[in-house]
């Protein structure tokens, strides 16, 4: 079994920045699709990056549109984390932010469906 847990969120002034870790436990996931899902209030779960196995495809990054070359997400497996990356930070990207795991560390997807293991949620809240 696999637990996942973010850390990072806050508050920060529009056009700032914050980085959001997700730890792995339980078992490496250097094989494993990983990817981050935000969900503000009132408005369902979105799918915000995800990154591929390094070992399964040289680690490819993913982005929704929104992102717009604001967010970087990238992945250290000797820690057995993923990061977020985000700046320019806008109010629209206040939500909680969900670090989520796929086993198939071949493929990504942005749908919530495919991923197996899911964290707590990081809260980020930008000030305009």
């Known amino acids: 079994q696999v637990q996942l847990v973010e850390s990072g969120g806050g508050l920060v002034q529009a056009g700032g920045s914050l980085r959001l870790s997700c730890a792995a436990s339980g078992r490496t996931v250097s094989s494993y699709t990983l990817g981050w899902f935000r969900q503000a209030p009132g408005k369902e779960r979105e799918f915000v990056s995800a990154?591929?196995?390094?070992?399964?495809?040289?680690?490819?990054?993913y982005y929704a549109d929104f992102v717009q070359g604001r967010f970087t997400i990238y992945r250290d497996n000797v820690k057995n984390t993923v990061y977020l990356q985000m700046n320019s930070l806008k109010p629209e990207d206040t939500a909680v932010y969900y670090c989520a795991g796929s086993r198939y560390g071949n493929t990504w997807s942005k749908n919530q469906g495919e991923y197996d293991y899911w964290g707590q949620g990081t809260q980020v809240t930008v000030s305009s």
């Open positions: 990154i591929r196995s390094i070992s399964w495809s040289d680690g490819i990054a």
